[in-house]
């Protein structure tokens, strides 16, 4: 049975900071690309960062500079480092593993308010 499960969302100041994880289990992770996708309230769900299974990474260019994702294949995680988080950058975030085959996790929340 393949599980993805994030963690690491909460409620953070703008200009804050978290650390978002997504722990997989029920596959061989190192052979799979790790992305992180949001979806804010009315808004349809966005490709956020993207780690491939040799470490090369993408991001959308509303978080370059500010998200970086990461991946640690001993311990079957992905990361995504939020800094400098903005209001908008509030939405349920979801980790996503593909190699053909797709799973999803069931997301985590991050409110960036004051």
């Known amino acids: 049975q393949v599980r993805l499960v994030e963690s690491g969302g909460g409620l953070v100041q703008p200009g804050g900071s978290l650390r978002l994880s997504c722990a997989a289990s029920g596959i061989i992770f190192s052979r799979y690309a790790m992305r992180w996708y949001r979806q804010a309230p009315g808004k349809e769900r966005e490709l956020v960062a993207v780690?491939?299974?040799?470490?090369?990474?993408n991001y959308a260019d509303s978080v370059k500079g500010r998200f970086t994702i990461s991946r640690d294949n001993a311990k079957n995680t992905s990361y995504l480092q939020l800094n400098s988080l903005k209001a908008e950058d509030t939405a349920v975030y979801y980790c996503?593993?593909?190699?053909?085959?797709?799973?999803w996790g069931q997301g985590t929340q991050v409110t960036v308010s004051s």
């Open positions: 996503n593993a593909w190699s053909g085959n797709v799973y």
């Open positions: 780690i491939t299974s040799d470490g090369n990474t």
